[in-house]
């Protein structure tokens, strides 16, 4: 399964991006979403979190209450809803699914990898 984030950008602090995560093909498996940053000279960081299911979710706490982490109708597609933007929020978002029955923090449990999309904040 191949994975395509889309929709990041530059903007300015305070604005708002939607970055969706499209898988290359459906599958008969359900999986669950991570989204992941990496800021440039840091390690990948777990961003947000949801089940197969779409009934649990999990947030980095520097993203609560900013972030939303969504999946669609699909087996393999969602999208993560970023608002009231940062200067730290700048960093390569990566979109990943798992086949494991959680929410996992840990890139580890993730299967599949998009390539990333680039946000950018600036003031």
Known sequence: VELVESGGGSVQ???SLRL???ASRDTSTYYGMGWFRQAPGKGRE???GISWNGGRTKYTDAVKGRFTISKDDTRTSGY???NSLKIEDTA????ALTAGDGVFRS???YDY???GTQVT???
């Not at 390569?92 to 979109?95: A, E, G, K």
């Open 13 to 15: 602090v305070g604005d």
């Open 20 to 22: 969706s995560c499209a």
């Open 46 to 48: 777990f961003v947000a």
């Open 80 to 82: 993560l809803q970023m």
């Open 92 to 95: 390569v978002y990566y979109c």
């Open 107 to 109: 890139p580890d449990e």
């Open 113 to 115: 990898w998009g390539q």
């Open 121 to 123: 904040v600036s003031s």
